[in-house]
């Protein structure tokens, strides 16, 4: 009697499992408790936050993890290749930035910053068109990308005043069609 009992005590469970809300918790009967490793928390917010804290290889992978979640569209393209610019890999980041400009010619984000690194690039003539660009894409709405703007012209203007290259402050510029937030200045 004593194998018959614990063979009772071990079924029961699984019976109470065949009720209508035991193991299968779906109503067509598949259960999958989710995708490893996969997130509701947005990436690109992450790695803003992480750029606005001078974390620019942390942000870089969250970036990523962004774009793995997203794709590679326009935001997490400018996005990676700005935290390559905060990382000094200037040539990573002119890729993906020409790359966001051409997946979408008016996201005055991507051109201001492909701007900032023509300049540190010391392509001056290039940068003062993209920062143009940039401007005609905004509409004007952006202090950051008309100071880019006024500061490549002038450099243009007076290629050899040491002036300006000491003082060249270009502004950084998160994503977000209208969300122009200064990160920081170069």
């Not at 993890?65 to 002119?94: H, K």
Request: charged content about 25%.
């Amino acid at each position: 009697m004593k194998l018959w009992g614990g063979i009772a005590v071990l079924a029961l469970p699984l019976l109470a499992a065949c009720d209508q809300d035991g193991l299968n918790r779906s109503s067509d009967g598949v259960f999958a408790p989710g995708v490893a490793g996969q997130s509701d928390i947005d990436g690109l917010i992450v790695g803003h936050r992480l750029m606005a804290s001078n974390e620019f290889e942390l942000a870089l992978k969250a970036y990523t993890r962004a774009a793995a979640q997203q794709g590679l569209n326009v935001d997490t393209l400018s996005a990676i290749g700005s935290a390559n610019l905060r990382l000094g890999r200037l040539g990573q980041a002119e890729k993906l930035l020409r790359r966001a400009t051409e997946e979408d010619p008016n996201f005055p984000p991507a051109w201001n910053n492909l701007g900032v690194i023509l300049m540190e690039k010391g392509e001056v003539s290039e940068a003062s068109e993209v920062f143009r660009r940039a401007f005609a894409a905004d509409n004007g709405n952006s202090d950051e990308i008309r100071d880019n703007l006024r500061l490549a012209l002038a450099k243009m203007a007076n290629p050899g005043d040491n002036v300006l290259q000491d003082n060249q402050n270009y502004n950084l510029i998160r994503r977000g069609r209208g969300d122009f937030v200064l990160l920081s200045a170069l």
